[in-house]
């Protein structure tokens, strides 16, 4: 079985779908491994070390793709790519299946089976294969790294001779992977840290970290599937918003991470709460792309208003993508492990507690009842 690597086309993206111990471990099961000429290069990966570990080099998409029954990607290809993937070929990445509802439909009239690694459930059997959480642990380090760059002070406690300075206090609202990375990241630089997650299951990771978990004297609770959080009700959500506005007024850096998948990122910071803010305190909005948990945020830049950074990065963990590919790596070597028999053939069972509900479409339809729902109520 043939198994193709293709050189990321997203723009700005810089990691690799599978890197060369990866392709090692893919070998060894008795796959062939194509690689994209060049595929690895922004990511510290020459051809030459994807040749020692076993895999082949092509020179074009078409030879990467020729005869190839699964493909790897970071991202979904564009469209023109598709139309070089052989029916009945298995296409696995981050296909956005809840949004890209063009490319779903471009799977189906080819019959691609699409494997979201969105989708991936967050069991304890599949921890190893969760790419959205080894990617957010990436962003949630990078997102402290960004507000330490943009804040005009010092994130640690200095004793000098030339007087103390006191340490800068960070406030992290939603302590999923993302936000606990987050919360490790600001204490290791030294800065005091509280934390806000409507779901208090939470509470004893973020204080085993060494930051205070912020709560209000009434509940606000919202704990969805998988662990995810759920839409808080209008009352919920006011409480919440007073909440932490009441910390935000002497805090210097923010790092916002609450999502609800398929759903617009709810709204944490107003403007009226920017305003309460210290003039020089930064925000870093992980959820912008989504919406954004600032009021105020704009996916991919950096807005200043009323003395406050609005940094609202897109895709931070391509930033670091040495280590962000090798976790991605891992997670689709794991996860393509599912697909085989014990000689080594494809076997795509979709009664697997993983391969089912990661699978988005096969045989020319859609699989998932979620993707399902989100284009039924786009009418498409």
Known sequence: ??????????????????VPLGVKTLVQKGLTVVVQAGAGATSGISDVMYEEAGAEIAGS??????????????????????????????????????SNHALINLLIESKIT???????????????????SSQATVAGYKAVLLAANHLPKFLPMFTTAAGTIRPAKALVLGAGVAGLQAIATARRLGAVVEAFDVRPAVKEQVESLGASFLESEEEVTAEGEGGYAKELTEDQHHKELQLIGSALTDTDIVITTAQIPGREAPVLITEDMLKTMKHGSVIVDLAAESGGNCQLSVAGETVLAHGVQILGPSNLSTTIPVHASQMYSKNIVTLISEFLGDDGELELDFDNDVIGPSAVTHGGEVRNERVQSAMQSNNL
């Open 114 to 132: 699409g494997i979201s690694m969105e989708l991936v459930p967050r069991i304890t059997r599949a921890q190893s294969m969760d790419a959205l």
């Open 1 to 18: 079985m043939r198994v193709a690597v293709l050189k990321e086309t997203r723009s700005a993206e810089n990691r690799v779908a599978l």
């Open 61 to 98: 998409v078409e030879e990467t793709l020729k005869d190839a029954r699964v493909i790897l990607v970071v991202n979904a290809p564009f469209p023109d790519q598709l139309s070089n993937l052989a029916n009945h070929s298995i296409l696995v990445g981050f296909l956005d299946p809840l």
